[in-house]
């Protein structure tokens, strides 16, 4: 389904909010030029991409570039992209006594992470699926309307953690 909301077609209907996210990210990083310091680009760009996967799987600006508020979902993704990573290297990590202390040592920031885009989710099921050019408005007509009674089991939540851990 994603492939759908990343097509030539959609992503240049997408591309003047990923324009305008590009435009931030260049603003921000000449404003750390002034000095003579040289710049670390990784929180940025991580920072930048957290932002335009926000606005094209849901229509929602998460601002962290210019707002702390929502950085936090950096440091979940972080985490669980982390675990995910050692159990494929290691599947023999993945005994219980050895994965329930490691996946504790991730789980706040992944659930709150996680509670954050159920939220963001909600959200976008109130508004009409056509207001603004996201993953949900490209799928939704391609999803079972009683998927939406638990967002945690439908398809549009495991798209988004998708394009979530891949942005």
């Excluded at 982390?82 to 659930?111: A, D, E, G, T």
């Excluded at 709150?112 to 007509?141: N, P, T």
Aim: hydrophobic share 40%; charged share 20%.
């Amino acid at each position: 389904m994603v492939g759908a909301a990343i097509n030539d077609r959609s992503m240049q209907k997408f591309e003047p909010t990923m324009t305008k996210e590009i435009n931030v990210f260049l603003q921000q990083l000449l404003l750390s030029c002034r000095d003579s310091k040289t710049v670390n680009m990784t929180g940025r760009l991580k920072r930048l991409g957290i932002d335009i996967v926000g606005h094209l799987a849901y229509g929602h600006p998460h601002n962290t570039q210019t707002d702390k508020r929502f950085r936090f979902l950096i440091g979940g993704l972080r985490a669980a992209n982390y675990h995910h990573n050692v159990m494929m290297q290691f599947p023999s990590l993945s005994q219980p006594w050895i994965i329930y202390p490691l996946k504790l040592l991730s789980l706040r920031q992944q659930q709150k992470g996680l509670a954050k885009l159920e939220k963001l989710i909600q959200q976008r099921l109130s508004q009409d699926r056509h207001s603004q050019h996201d993953l949900y408005s490209v799928v939704a007509q391609e999803i079972e309307p009683q998927e939406f009674t638990d967002i945690r089991l439908s398809e549009i939540w495991t798209e988004a953690i998708f394009l979530y851990a891949a942005g």
